[in-house]
């Protein structure tokens, strides 16, 4: 069996990430159609069958296929092309211009997404050169709109463009990087996802003049919601994934985390251990917490159009995420238990949160790579407290675990890259996750 030059192909592979970053494909607007357009001429040049699709003026998804045997169902890799708004005067660098320094490689989009957008492109691009026979259709999906949603890229392809998308199993995001405790490391594996209810709060009261305060203003009414909600976590629902993830790190970890994560999983501890944590380790309480329990952060406001004059309505837009296995209208009810029914709650967007299986062979096959590729590291899966594109692939019936590799030194953290300011990523850790993740692909896409 032919094998792929990792070597050969892994300056490629780093250019070609470099030149995606330079493309700024901020969202909104999105603008993707111009990082679609690159990744085209590779696999013209290649000779990869693609597909170009445009879901709305500059909204642009691209897919490509190396056709197989068809023994085995289709492995996607995907990829969004889209990234958060950033504040520049906030980086030490241009998001935009893929800063080399220290060893990193800096740009908007370096952890969220592009990095796994190039490894995937370059791993169909090496296959295709290697003449490896395929037993299953190996597919990359570069898409539009993540950031905002997926209903310009992802779930555009799921509903509009099926036949292109179809899979057995998805590869995605958040999976797949360095989680060190101490001396042990960890590779999560994104095997669960919650849903959102994106929803609005609409307090009412009695107009008038601004020198004249009283008691029925819709201003305050709203002001009191959002600081009860801010002020309360939701009831804790622990899923059998958080559990074992909590779990198996625990058995890792120094002391006293060692102690304290099991702990966590026990409603009647859990205030007070994340109490104390966040004083401690903010960023992981917050993690733990955002797994423990459905959460509402308000994120936008409105109200009023004239400083002397009190409004007769005040709004609030809030991100609500949604435990798998919870129905919305239960989570409504977790709120409204919290603000009380004065205030009217309208939907504007949901969907549910998802849970994938782990034994399966692409799983297997996950756990055996990273033993290869960094023996004592350890395998775990997890739920992210956010969403992916695989909640839309999930509808076509794929089983869809994050899993972009990156190996990452101890003291890079890797939530705070992911929408945060200098964004960056370690050349040889991005370089590692395309070893991994190519050798992953071979073999799976070429066995018996």
């Known amino acids: 069996m032919a094998a792929i030059e990792i070597g050969e192909t892994a300056g490629e592979t780093l250019e070609l990430f470099k030149a995606l970053l330079r493309i700024d494909t901020t969202n909104p607007p999105g603008n993707e159609r111009p990082a679609a357009e690159l990744l085209a001429r590779l696999f013209e040049r290649e000779g990869i069958e693609h597909t170009l699709v445009e879901s709305a003026p500059t909204r642009a998804s691209i897919v490509a296929r190396l056709r197989g045997t068809g023994d085995h169902g289709p492995l996607l890799l995907n990829g969004h092309l889209d990234v958060v708004p950033v504040d520049r005067e906030s980086w030490s660098c241009d998001p935009f211009a893929a800063h080399e320094a220290d060893g990193f490689v800096w740009g908007r989009g370096a952890i969220d997404m592009k990095n796994m957008v190039a490894m995937s492109a370059m791993t169909l691009v090496a296959l295709k050169r290697s003449g490896i026979r395929l037993t299953r259709d190996l597919i990359f999906a570069g898409v539009a709109d993540e950031e905002a949603g997926s209903n310009h890229g992802a779930l555009y392809l799921v509903q509009q463009h099926p036949e292109l998308v179809r899979a057995e199993y998805v590869l995605n995001e958040v999976g797949g990087h360095t989680l060190h405790m101490g001396a042990s490391r960890f590779y999560p594996v994104q095997v669960s996802e919650k849903g959102i209810c994106w929803f609005e709060l609409v307090a009412t009261g009695d107009p008038g003049h601004g020198s004249m305060p009283h008691s029925n203003n819709a201003v305050v009414k709203l002001s009191r919601a959002i600081q009860a909600l801010g002020d309360t976590r939701l009831p804790q629902r622990v899923t059998p994934v958080v559990d074992r993830f909590l779990r198996t790190l625990a058995r890792g970890a120094p002391f006293p985390q060692s102690k304290i994560m099991p702990l966590m999983l026990e409603p009647r501890l859990a205030g007070f251990l994340l109490d104390t944590l966040e004083r401690q380790n903010p960023d992981q309480a917050r993690g733990i917490n955002a797994m423990l329990r459905n959460t509402v952060s308000p994120t936008i406001l409105r109200a009023g159009r004239k400083v002397n004059v009190i409004p007769s309505e005040a709004r609030a837009e809030l991100d609500g995420r949604v435990m798998p296995g919870t129905s919305v209208g239960e989570f409504l009810a977790e709120v409204q238990e919290v603000i009380g029914r004065d205030l009217r709650l309208n939907v504007l967007e949901q969907h549910d949160g998802t849970v994938f299986r782990t034994d399966s062979p692409l799983y297997d096959a996950i756990v055996k790579s990273i033993d290869r590729h960094d023996p004592g590291g350890t395998v775990v899966p997890y739920m992210i407290p956010g969403f992916t594109?695989?909640?839309?692939?999930?509808?076509?019936?794929?089983?869809?675990?994050?899993?972009?590799?990156?190996?990452?030194?101890?003291?890079?953290?890797?939530?705070?890259?992911?929408?945060?300011?200098?964004?960056?990523?370690?050349?040889?850790?991005?370089?590692?996750?395309?070893?991994?993740?190519?050798?992953?692909?071979?073999?799976?896409?070429?066995?018996?």
């Open 389 to 448: 594109d695989s909640f839309a692939y999930a509808r076509l019936g794929a089983t869809c675990y994050g899993f972009s590799p990156v190996r990452l030194p101890p003291e890079l953290n890797f939530t705070r890259m992911y929408h945060g300011h200098d964004e960056r990523i370690p050349i040889d850790g991005f370089v590692w996750g395309f070893g991994v993740l190519s050798e992953l692909v071979r073999e799976f896409c070429s066995a018996g």
